[in-house]
């Protein structure tokens, strides 16, 4: 059984990403919104949820822990360099 979660925010580049589901462009505060009931929810099931986040993003930052989570903010300044970030190091099942 799971007793841990690790999840990441929603990069607020995510509005000019490509989508087929012809819903207009994302709309960022709402994708905060539902990341962070997704991480309470984990939270509800009794899971020890810890959020991942590049520094940086103080309004991300803070939105996640209004919503009572803990924040893990890591540097990914390297990553940007090539024009990478966390999605591109997230490991994918």
Do not use: W
Request: net charge negative; with cysteine; proline share 4%.
């Amino acid at each position: 059984m799971f007793t841990h979660a690790i999840i990441k925010t929603p990069c607020e580049n995510m509005i000019h990403g490509l989508t087929t589901a012809g819903l207009g462009q994302p709309d960022y505060e709402l994708a905060l919104e539902q990341h962070d009931q997704y991480g309470s929810a984990l939270k509800e099931c009794g899971l020890e949820v810890r959020v991942l986040l590049a520094k940086g993003f103080p309004k991300a930052s803070q939105a996640i822990k209004n919503a009572g989570l803990p924040v893990v903010e890591l540097d990914v300044s390297e990553f940007r360099k090539l024009d990478g970030g966390l999605s591109c190091l997230s490991l994918r099942f």
